[in-house]
């Protein structure tokens, strides 16, 4: 199968990538040929090569901007053969930021989105697994345990609006053509590394992520974290999370990558774990896999928080035939082993 891969140079998008060129040695009938199209806004091919690298494959990949119509299409005609289906993770991801910057947000976010689905349709491919997130389940989460995917959907900042807006798009386009197929994947809360400690997470900057920050705490890049409230009707206080490991994230997209050729129309489903973890317990278990100490200072709500959030597995697991496999402990030692070995993520 050829799949084309947009942000592939990113933190999910590498790891689906060499997730997708694995799958002949873990005795998949199918094998993935990826290409990889990334403006590297926020990302350098640096993983691309550590990609190329552990899986001994050749990974296409092209500097490509979606906001240029011009060059997206270029790109798609310059293909000898069509994609059977296209991954679309390419966005503008920062929550506090898109509500500084919220025209750049939409124009990236939903410009992009529009420019790939032409040109698809165009070159007649019409098989796409977006990345949505559970940011669409806004402010409606707060008493609810384990969301399921059919809760009502709001967002509280622009970048949120993106997905939902796309998410929306997909559902028309499908209405419009029943050649359509596309599958929205609601992630929770991404963490880890592949266990090679080759690829990981490199945030530009300050990480406003929970994980990327703590871990740059025990390697002493910062100096402690603020807990963001302990205060929340949570067991200990703090906010509590679904955090799911990047390579069971890549899984989640390769059993919906096989689900496209069975499907009609769009399907919406969450990926997670369906188990919460709250801040200090994530801490406390980054400071085992580290054995580093991670002090940490108690702070006000950060405003938008819910108390918590996690994920129905259910229909993942109907749909998609797809479970998480890895536990905490497994998110933090590759994350350890990873940020350890590369303090300075891909910027040596
Ligand atoms: P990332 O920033 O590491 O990856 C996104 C990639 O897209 C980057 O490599 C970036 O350079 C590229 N990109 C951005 N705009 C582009 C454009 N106009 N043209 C071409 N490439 C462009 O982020 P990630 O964490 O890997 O997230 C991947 C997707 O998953 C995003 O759509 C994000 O919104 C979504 N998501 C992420 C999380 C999370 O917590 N990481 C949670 C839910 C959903
Ligand atoms: C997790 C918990 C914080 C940082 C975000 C986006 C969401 C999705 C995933 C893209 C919360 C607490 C955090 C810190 C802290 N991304 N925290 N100190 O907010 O659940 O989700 O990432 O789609 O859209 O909103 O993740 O990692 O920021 O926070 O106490 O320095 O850690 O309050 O309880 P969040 P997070």
Redesign the pocket.
Known sequence: MRVLVTGGAGFIGSHTTLGLLMQDKQGDQESYEVVVVDNFSNSSPESLKRVMEITGKTVEYHDLDLRNKSAVKEFFDSQKQKFDAVVHFAAL?A?GESVQKPLEYYENNLTGALNLLECMRESGCKAIVF?????VYGNATKDCDKITEDAPISAT?P??RT?LFIEEILRDLCKSDKDWKAINLR????VGAHESGRIGEDPAGI????????SKVAVGKLEY?????ND?PTPDG????DYIHVMDLAEGHIAAIKKLSSLQGEITVNLGTGRGY??VE?VEAMRKASGAEIP?KI?P??E???AM?CASTEKAKRELGWVAKKNLEDMCNDLWRWQSANPNGYRQ
């Open positions: 991801k929550v990345s949505s997130s559970a940011t900042n970048y949120g997905k992630y929770f809360n991404p990480p406003n992520n929970l994980m990327p920050y703590v974290l603020t807990v963001h409230g929340y703090t906010g509590v999370r709250s801040v994530m940490y702070g709500r950060r938008g928080d819910v959030l």
